[in-house]
């Protein structure tokens, strides 16, 4: 089982910035990629990025340039750095951690972009 704790969301003012980081715990082997998805009200999940454990990367066009996926493998968190930030950017962000073909879930961080 693994278990995904997010930190790092919160209130921000367009333009700014915000770090969001993703620490997977329990027990496991080892995880795979992990990634970001975000939920805006009344819409569907979202990716908005990914990376693999060697490092690999993959965005959604618009967030491309703006954020940063990263990952530290010995402390098994993943990051997301998000600069230039924009009111639609807001949303509900989640992490993703893949460990042995199964799917897991962090419960999410609110982010939200004052215009």
């Known amino acids: 089982q693994v278990q995904l704790v997010e930190s790092g969301g919160g209130v921000v003012q367009a333009g700014g910035s915000l770090r969001l980081s993703c620490q997977a715990s329990g027990r496991f082997f080892n995880i795979g990629a992990m990634g970001w998805y975000r939920q805006a009200p009344g819409k569907q999940r979202e990716l908005v990025a990914t990376i693999t454990s060697i490092y690999t990367t993959n965005y959604q066009t618009s967030v491309k340039g703006r954020f940063t996926i990263s990952r530290d493998n010995a402390k098994n968190t993943v990051y997301l750095q998000m600069n230039s930030l924009k009111p639609e950017d807001t949303a509900v962000y989640y992490c993703?951690?893949?460990?042995?073909?199964?799917?897991?879930w962090g419960q999410g961080t609110q982010v939200t972009v004052a215009s």
């Open positions: 993703l951690g893949v460990s042995v073909g199964k799917n897991y």
